[in-house]
């Protein structure tokens, strides 16, 4: 599903130039759940901005379900986002002047999705993230582990084919966590493809495969199944 | 320490030049305007300030009435009224005649050197007293107890004999029947720009009652109930109550009636500093001006100088987030709130101070060409004023501390743990108010947008506007000082033999000079029918070549001819004054006659109605008397245009039959437009403060636009990653603003219809409201809407949105 080759990316001041990710390559094939780990400055935010289609790389090659995306423009890009991928952050980044309901919503009105339509999916994922009851709530008034549920739930309203997750446990206590990756794994299981930024070893333990990162270059990559 | 503030302070500025350079051009223009228009609204209130007991001295006026209504105003009372008054109401301690001589103006003669005199009155004695002027030359006792005395201005002194101590000097006022000779027994200082009546030279009211060839010209005489000519005021004892004057004047003007001095009318007292702002009646001596306009600038220069500050506020909170970063740290490293407090203020101080020095430097831009479309005197005191450069300091200091005062305590209360973790986000505090405050500044600009265009729309439709009389191509001769009757016919018949001049004709007056160059009576009426109401009605003197040459058309009866003679008594009349007789059929009023001056007339022909004034005032009741003699204007039309040679041609014939007389001249059809001047210069203040308003308003929503794209800057990070197009935040971030600017119009369009209802009243003549007047400008208000906030949302909206999400 995802194919990228000697990935790299820099930052520029105007004195020094920093690299964030160095010639970096991996796959990932569909359905598999991945976890990506490092030390912070590693690159693995750049990295997940960079597959999300929210940044541009600066060389290599990014194939994304069998194109090249590379060299897409903003529009483009967006568009393939609002159809394939789901964010999930780790401030949950709800909006704060919008309802549980409106917040999951909001995907379904950009892809164009007709309003009766629109209420039976939100309808259907809330119920699946036991969210249901909190959907005329705004976001203040949720606990931390309620506002990342309906945070993937928003993620997921649009049936991505990719979930990326940027440390989506690290704003909650571990059992609110633990919910959380229960809900992730369900997910994969459904079909979804996740890739996971994360500094938990236990959370990377839901995982099918480790990608271990230092100075923008992958370290190690261990299989867990 | 205050030194250390001021550094961090120029380079904090410095470094967010573009802010800076915003708040300094939006509280410099702010500045400027305020500072101008308070000196214009100062001015304009200050009228007869100069005279001692000013509060005490009362113009007398005239109403017409019908029934009880006032159909006329008339500044001008016959001129026994002073005295008489005096004689019979004891709060009146003094009065004084001012009677204008030789309106539009009269030739006067130096030794050789001959020239016109304007704004020339007979006065008695006590003028000088009430009005404060004193002699800077002459005796000051017995003054003006004599005919044929005059006292002139130092500038007139000046003009026309290269000195001011003249007195005993004589001024010559050349006639062709006989001159009348002034002796200058004083010079006085000239009539400062603040009064309603200015003038070049006085001379003594005697001169009205004893000289026979004055006599002759103005046909005064003693208790002339029959010509209300005269400007009239008079003094009241000190403490008298100007409540039970009125009344007195009440009961006398009813003794008047019993008397059979007057009838229908009733004289109306109207304290003098009351004059310039407050009155509007005919024969005014100078176009006054108007306590509405000067009121609604005033209120404009307010909400201008109270938006820049705003604006201000506005623009330096949504840096918050920016400056929030540098708060928090400075609080952990030790700062006090007092501290940060100072130092946001100093900011505020050092910006300003530096707009006021742009404020400056636009005021002194802007000065001469304020002055001349304020109306101002072009000698205008501005930066001599002490109360310019207060106001200006109020502005620096106060508005520096109230602007810096909010934008220090809500960026210094910021907690630093809040801030330095990244939680922190503005709160909603203030948000209705901003908006509040941006619905008012546009509210003010759609008014004065809509009104800038109605003006305009009313002054084309004036110019426009079919006035049934050819004004252009002519010029109008003012007459020369000597033997103009005896020579005229050969001056017209060398004109005439010339190919490029069609017509010659001579009136007392020409269409577009001031109503004060036409007589009133209002005593006319058909022969045998007692009038149940009095109008004034309009009398002038013309020829046979009149009515062909000005275009106006004849309905019924024939013009004055070959035959006609001033013995035979004829008049041609209007349908106005048929009108007012309640004559419908023109025919029949044909050899019908009149009575007016103890005479009858007969009607010997009815033209159409033709705007002898600007279409503003409504059409007069004309009534146009044969005269052959050249005592006023001689009217030259050309076949082609008023060229510079056709100029030449008639100088140069006025040269050789009265040598030694000015040439004074002017175009009739310029002389027309000046009476638009009022509407032209109330168009351009209005679009200037237009301009300013729309700057300043844009800069308030662009104070709003960064303070609250500022505030959602996550939230459309959110939405571009979930999947909203560029577009989509265009329109999310461009209808908030546009929804509050719709506020403005709901609240603006109501007020306005109702503002410029009410102006067109001033207008006899006026357009229909077009809904195109009103959809227009706020069309134009939108596009500059999303002009301003423009740059700004795309900013936000290409912005890339992971900027926004970095918690880190």
């Known amino acids: 599903m995802i194919k990228i080759k000697d990935l790299e990316k820099y930052y520029k001041t105007e004195e020094l130039q920093t690299i964030a990710l160095n010639k970096l390559s991996f796959e990932v094939k569909q359905g598999e759940f991945i976890a990506v780990m490092g030390p912070s400055g590693c690159g693995k935010s750049t990295l997940l901005n960079i597959l999300g289609m929210l940044d541009d790389s600066d060389g290599g090659s990014f194939i994304f379900n069998g194109e090249e995306v590379i060299n897409y423009n903003e529009r483009k890009r967006a568009n393939i986002r609002k159809h394939n991928i789901g964010f999930v952050f780790q401030s949950f980044n709800l909006i704060d002047q919008l309802t549980v309901f409106e917040n999951v919503e909001l995907p379904l009105i950009y892809t164009g999705v007709k309003k009766a339509e629109r209420k039976k999916k939100v309808h259907e994922v809330l119920e699946k993230m036991q969210i249901m009851h909190r959907r005329k709530h705004f976001p203040q008034q949720l606990s931390g582990g309620q506002q990342q549920r309906v945070a993937v739930a928003r993620a997921v309203v649009n049936d991505p084919k990719l979930i990326l997750a940027d440390e989506p446990t690290g704003n909650l206590d571990s059992s609110n966590g633990n919910e959380v990756m229960e809900l992730l794994t369900e997910l994969n299981n459904q079909g979804a493809t996740i890739i996971m930024v994360t500094h938990s070893e236990h959370d990377a333990k839901y995982s099918h495969r480790i990608i271990r990162m230092l100075d923008g270059q992958k370290v190690t990559e261990n299989s867990l199944i | 320490m205050i030194q250390n503030y001021l550094k961090i302070a120029l380079r904090n500025l410095l470094k967010n030049w573009g802010l800076t350079f915003i708040n300094i051009i939006g509280l410099a223009t702010g500045f400027a305007i305020t500072l101008l228009i308070v000196q214009y609204v100062q001015f304009e209130r200050s009228y007869e300030n100069t005279h001692l007991d000013s509060d005490r001295v009362v113009r ?195 003794r008047l009636v019993d008397e059979k001095k007057i009838k229908s009318e009733a004289i109306i007292g109207q304290k003098i500093a009351d004059i310039h702002l407050y009155s509007k ?113 109020t502005f620096i200091i106060l508005g520096g501390l109230l602007s810096g005062l909010y934008p220090a305590f809500v960026l210094s209360s910021f907690k630093p743990s809040a801030i330095l973790k990244g939680s922190f986000s503005h709160s909603d505090k203030g948000t209705l108010l901003r908006k509040g405050l941006v619905v008012f500044q546009f509210a003010i600009t759609i008014i004065l947008l809509i009104q800038t265009f109605t003006v305009n729309e009313q002054i084309d439709f004036m110019r426009g506007l079919d006035r049934g009389v050819n004004v252009q ?21 060398n004109l005439l033999a010339n190919a490029n001049i069609k017509a010659v004709s001579l009136s007392h007056t020409v269409p577009g000079q001031p109503s004060g160059s036409l007589t009133t009576t209002a005593d006319i009426h058909i022969t045998g029918i007692t009038p149940d109401e009095y109008h004034n009605f309009y009398l002038t003197f013309i020829d046979k070549d009149y009515i062909p040459l000005l275009g106006v058309e004849m309905l019924t009866g024939s013009n004055f001819d070959e035959s006609t003679t001033r013995e035979k008594r004829q008049v041609i009349v209007n349908e106005e004054a048929l009108r007012r007789w309640n004559i419908t059929n023109s025919e029949k009023a044909i050899n019908n006659k009149i009575s007016f001056w103890g005479s009858e007339w007969t009607i010997k022909g009815v033209v ?110 959110i939405r571009k990653v979930i999947g909203a197009s560029t577009a989509n935040i265009l329109i999310l971030l461009s209808t908030d603003f546009i929804k509050t600017v719709m506020i403005s119009v709901i609240i603006s369009v109501p007020l306005t219809y109702f503002l410029i209802q009410n102006w067109l009243k001033n207008f006899a003549f006026k357009i229909d409201l077009h809904l195109w007047l009103f959809i227009l400008p706020i069309l134009l208000v939108l596009v500059l809407v999303i002009f301003s906030i423009g740059v700004k949302t795309v900013q936000t909206a290409i912005a890339n949105p992971i900027n926004s999400l970095k918690t880190e």
């Open chain 2, 473 to 493: 191509k002519s010029i109008v001769v003012e007459a020369p000082t000597k033997k103009a009757t005896e020579n005229y016919s050969v001056f017209k018949q």
């Open chain 2, 281 to 393: 009646k005919t024969f005014e001596p100078e176009a006054n001006g108007d306590a509405n306009s000067v009121f609604f600038l005033f209120a404009v220069a307010l909400l201008i100088i109270i938006s820049a500050f705003v604006n201000y506020i506005n623009l330096t909170t949504s840096q918050a987030l920016d400056r929030a970063k540098e708060v928090g740290v400075k609080k952990v490293l030790g700062s006090t709130k007092t501290q940060l407090r100072i130092q946001f203020l100093v900011e505020s101080i050092v910006i300003n101070i530096l707009a006021g020095c742009v404020a400056l430097v636009l005021v002194l831009i802007g000065k001469s060409h304020f002055l001349s479309l304020s109306g101002l005197p072009e000698n205008f005191v501005l930066f001599g004023n002490l109360s310019f450069w207060l106001l200006l300091l």
């Open chain 2, 608 to 717: 159409k109605n033709y705007h002898q004034q600007s279409p503003k005032s409504p059409l007069l009741p004309m009534i146009h008397i044969f005269s052959n003699t050249f005592r006023s204007l001689a009217t030259v039309q050309f076949v082609g245009g008023t060229s510079s040679d056709n100029l030449t041609l008639v100088k140069e014939e006025f040269n050789t039959v009265y040598p030694g007389s000015a040439f004074s001249y002017f175009f009739m059809g310029q002389e027309y437009d000046k009476q638009f001047k009022i509407e032209d210069r109330f168009k351009n203040v209005f679009m200037i403060l237009t301009a300013f308003s729309i700057l300043i308003a844009c800069l308030g929503l662009l104070g709003l636009a960064s303070f609250s794209i500022s505030k959602r800057r996550k939230e459309i990070g």
């Open chain 2, 60 to 254: 007398l006026t005239l109403n017409l009435l019908t029934g009880n209504s006032v159909t006329t105003q008339d500044s001008e009372v016959y001129p026994p009224v002073g005295p008489k008054l005096q004689a019979e109401v004891p709060e009146v301690e003094a009065y004084t005649r001012v009677y204008a001589i030789g309106e539009p103006n009269s030739p006067m003669q130096i030794g050789e050197q001959q020239f016109l005199m304007k704004d020339l009155y007979a006065v008695d004695a006590d003028f000088f007293r009430m009005f404060n002027y004193k002699l800077m030359y002459g005796n000051e006792k017995d003054l003006f107890k004599k005919p044929n005395e005059a006292v002139i201005t130092e500038s007139t002194a000046l003009k026309y004999f290269n000195r001011t101590d003249v007195v005993g000097e004589v001024i010559k006022s050349p006639g062709s029947n006989g001159d009348i000779l002034y002796s200058v027994v004083g010079v006085t200082h000239d009539s400062p720009p603040n009064t309603h009546l200015k003038f070049d030279m006085l001379i003594s009211y005697p001169t009205m009652l004893a000289d026979t060839e004055m006599l002759r010209r103005h046909g005064e005489k003693k208790d002339n109930w029959d010509n209300n000519n005269s400007y009239m005021y008079v003094q009241l004892i000190k403490g008298a109550d100007y409540n039970h004057f009125t009344n007195s004047l009440e009961a006398f003007s009813k």
